[in-house]
């Protein structure tokens, strides 16, 4: 069982009032109330069968955001660049993904925030191949091939710094996408890659498997900081700041819900939450090591849903270390997330 680092406040259903129609333009969902309805909302994603993606998937399948006055619709994209693009084009209202991107995101003069924190820790390891036994730490990972979801995601910045943090150039870093889950194991089976960096439930199955060796553990808040040199957050939800200026309604919505199944997940087992998940989700790894998997790195997830206390100034350092986007610009820290929501949601929950 995973043991419980604030006192828990059991989460209550906030009944919705007022509840608004979608508009018909890019803008998204308005606030305009029309009894019996829903407010439709589009949430990006990537890889959604991702465990540090599970708040937003328990959220849809308990019936929080419903509970909420929400229709909210789950697009799982390809990758990363298009889930960023899709929020950007106003396709879609909101984007789960690294917090890391808004400062990317800023840095190219686009004004994005995160309005809830679902990880405090990456929810990530490094791993090299089990058959290489001459590496065993990130500094011998010098001129080896390593492979991450896909370039430019939170995995391959995570392998950039990695190696710059462990004094190895970033040009003798050969970063390659072999995505996650089966691909990602069968690049390890057949020596495609040296070494990874990647989540559960791929990396129980690599060492199930005995193909892969951990040397940096991020699932937790303390292996991030000993890996990382400080705390460096994981999955947030971001949408646009004017977006969310012109629908505080509906952004709170969707942080109460997600605050919620965080707090729900803080007091239930592995077991317990998996028995919630579409069991296609665990079909290749099978249910008992997704359970496991998902054990291991309970510790990643964020019960209070706020950003953790210096984490965005690790961050800063970290991409102005390995993102080109980044270096160099000023970035205004304050602007790339928010914590109003989270405390009125956790203020909403305690006073009820």
């Known amino acids: 069982m995973w043991r419980k ?22 803008s998204g969902s308005t606030d305009a109330a029309s009894e019996g309805s829903l407010t439709k909302v589009t949430i ?6 991702n465990q540090s993606y599970l708040p937003l998937i328990l959220a849809e399948r308990m019936g929080y955001f419903t509970k909420q006055g929400l229709d909210v619709k789950i697009d799982n994209l390809q990758s990363t660049p298009q889930v960023s693009d899709a929020l950007l084009k106003g396709d879609v209202q909101g984007m789960i993904g690294f917090f890391d991107h808004n400062l990317d995101l800023q840095a190219k003069g686009k004004n ?16 090299t191949r089990a058959n290489e036994k001459s590496l065993k730490s990130p500094a011998d990972l010098r001129g080896k091939t390593v492979g991450v979801t896909s370039l430019g995601s939170a995995s391959s910045n995570i392998g950039s710094y990695l190696a710059v943090h462990n004094n190895i150039p970033l ?16 690049a390890f089976q057949h020596n495609r890659v040296d070494a990874g960096v990647t989540t559960e439930p791929t990396i129980s199955t690599l060492l199930k498997k005995h193909l892969g060796t951990i040397v940096a553990d991020m699932r937790t808040a303390a292996g991030t900081k000993a890996a990382l040199g400080g705390p460096y957050p994981g999955t947030a939800l971001t949408v646009q700041t004017a977006w969310a200026n012109s629908h505080k309604d509906t952004t709170q919505k969707m942080v109460n819900a997600i605050y919620q199944t965080l707090q729900w997940m803080e007091s239930h087992s592995a077991a317990q ?17 997704y359970i496991q998997a998902l054990a291991n790195e309970m510790g990643m997830y964020n019960p209070t849903g706020q950003m953790p206390a210096d984490a965005p100034q690790t961050v800063l350092r970290v991409l102005n270390a390995i993102d080109p986007a980044v270096k160099g610009h000023k970035i205004d820290l304050a602007k790339t997330y928010t914590d109003e929501y989270v405390q009125k949601a956790a203020q909403e929950t305690s006073a009820s």
């Open 5 to 26: 680092k604030i006192v828990l406040i059991a989460a209550t259903t906030f009944l919705a009032t007022g509840v608004t129609a979608c508009s018909d333009d890019k």
């Open 44 to 49: 990006a994603l990537s890889n959604q069968a």
């Open 112 to 127: 994005t925030e995160a309005v809830v924190q679902l990880l405090q820790a990456p929810g990530m390891v490094e791993m």
């Open 171 to 186: 040009a003798q870093t050969h970063l390659v996408a072999v995505a996650a889950g089966p691909t990602f194991v069968a």
């Open 273 to 289: 939450i998996t028995a919630q998940v579409p069991a296609d989700f665990y079909s290749g790894s099978g249910k008992d090591q």
